[in-house]
């Protein structure tokens, strides 16, 4: 087992975090969703207790007023208050419960995201194996664990004491004090404890966040091998690929050979662009591309043209703007035509062919007066 986890040296790729998620394996802290709910409660209680604490009021002294007016206890009179103490409770707990049901799926949102998986409910036979149950219990994992959890209650513990050993001087003083005066000190201490400990609980909660992804990204590491064969499932094999490349380089750079010799002239950047253009009068209404290339493939052209006479001409501007907007095998647009009539004309006239009607000065779209 040891060996197997050394070999897993590659961080996770994402398909693999993707598969991880849809099963609900999720970086997810157990401690940070409890503190904070814990806070959420807190908070709620401190803001809704006094109303609560009113509605409770109001149902004490309804359910009293029978004995206080010497009336005999009887189901029929017990009817009344245990209603009255159902609706209350409901009035009371609903918008607490509510809020904590809307802050739990919040929380569960920002630290996962929206994640719904069944998978983790799907029942497994493997789940009811004794044996494996055991070597759960007693693993390593569970061990690291339950001592984490034993360290955790004895810092929530010691916080605890620190407070009340710093608040000691106040509750020895107590018995001094009135039943209401009694009863604030009690309430500002057990405030004072429970922001405490909730400040404990939170700070546990961040440090075990970090730690659950952390431990997530190590759960799912890989193997060079499982990198390899992953990508091969998702991009094909390596060496079928690079076949498929260099099958699709050979059929381009042919089509070059076949296109470029028929062209009058190509217009280059010089050396990052260049456009093969092909012109007859006769049976063009217009400059044709019949090929072009950037970088590596702009240097093919460059060489099949002049293997094959083909006359090359630097026109930086005109060359981009070619490569750019016109796709091999369509006209030039009539923004070009001029352009390209002048490096035609000056092509033809270096080969001596400008005399006669075999090079317009500016070519002219069908149907054109």
Known sequence: MAEDLGDK??????????????????ARSADLSAALLLSAAAALLYLLGPGML??????????????????????????????????VGARALAPVLLAMAVLAYLEQVAQVGWNVSLQP???????????????????RRS?????????????VGAVAAIVVTFAMDRIVASPALTAVGAMMLAARLLTELALW???????????????????????????KQEVKDERKSTEGDPETKARRQRMAREILRQRLRAAVPKADVVVTNPTHYAVAIQYDADTMAAPRVVAKGADHMALQIRLIASGAGVAVVERPALARALYRAVEVGREIPVEWYEAVAEVLAHVYRLEGRLAGAGAPAEPVAAGAE
């Not at 061990?143 to 810092?155: E, P, Q, R, T």
């Not at 970090?210 to 890989?222: E, I």
């Open 197 to 223: 400990i909730l400040a404990v609980l939170l700070a546990i909660g961040l440090i075990d966040r970090a730690y659950q992804v952390w431990q997530h990204q190590q759960d799912l590491r890989m193997s």
């Open 54 to 87: 009113g509605s409770m009021g109001s149902f004490v002294r309804a359910a009293l007023e029978p004995a206080s007016l010497g009336r005999g206890v009887s189901a029929r009179s017990l009817a009344e208050p245990v209603g009255l103490a159902l609706a």
């Open 143 to 155: 061990l690291v664990k339950g001592i984490v959890n034993i360290a955790k209650l004895a810092l």
């Open 121 to 139: 409910l799907t029942p497994k036979l493997d789940r009811l194996s004794p044996a494996k149950g055991l070597k759960n219990i007693f693993s």
């Open 9 to 26: 040296t590659e961080d996770p790729t994402p398909k693999r975090l993707q598969e991880a998620r849809q099963r609900g394996q999720v």
